[in-house]
């Protein structure tokens, strides 16, 4: 599995390095103030693939940040509510194929 992992890995760099390769033109970007700045193709469209790409990255973290929040919230009233009362949960034994059923 790592080796196909690592193959897949080389080929996506292959084939990024060609697309830069043949892609090697600069474009004109007007920006504000009558200003014009030549930018490389490839280095464009990986700068607009970041500015898609971060704001997801930062907003995925903060949902995982604040759903372990929760979580452990609810662990520590869990474990509160469990140290309180004193009882725990009565542990069932597994069915298994040699258990008779009670008739």
Same mark, same amino acid.
């Given at each position: +599995?790592?080796?196909?992992? +690592? =193959?897949?890995?080389?080929?996506?760099?292959? =084939?990024?390095?060609?697309?830069?390769?043949? #892609?090697?033109?600069?474009?004109?970007?007007?920006?504000?103030?009558?200003?014009?700045?030549?930018? #490389?193709?490839?280095?464009? =469209?990986?700068?607009?693939?970041?500015?898609? =790409?971060?704001?997801?990255?930062?907003?995925?973290?903060?949902?995982?940040?604040?759903?372990?929040?929760?979580?452990?919230?609810? *662990?520590?009233?869990?474990?509160?509510?469990?140290? *309180?009362?004193?009882?725990?949960?009565?542990?069932?034994?597994?069915?298994?194929?040699?258990?008779?059923?009670?008739?």
């Amino acid at each position: +599995m790592q080796f196909l992992k +690592m =193959l897949f890995w080389c080929l996506l760099a292959f =084939l990024a390095a060609a697309f830069t390769l043949g #892609n090697w033109t600069t474009v004109p970007i007007r920006l504000v103030g009558g200003l014009v700045a030549d930018v #490389n193709l490839p280095l464009l =469209l990986f700068l607009t693939f970041l500015l898609g =790409l971060v704001p997801t990255l930062i907003w995925q973290h903060a949902a995982r940040w604040r759903l372990r929040q929760r979580l452990s919230a609810a *662990e520590r009233s869990l474990a509160a509510v469990s140290a *309180e009362t004193g009882a725990y949960a009565p542990v069932v034994p597994p069915v298994t194929a040699t258990t008779q059923p009670l008739v």
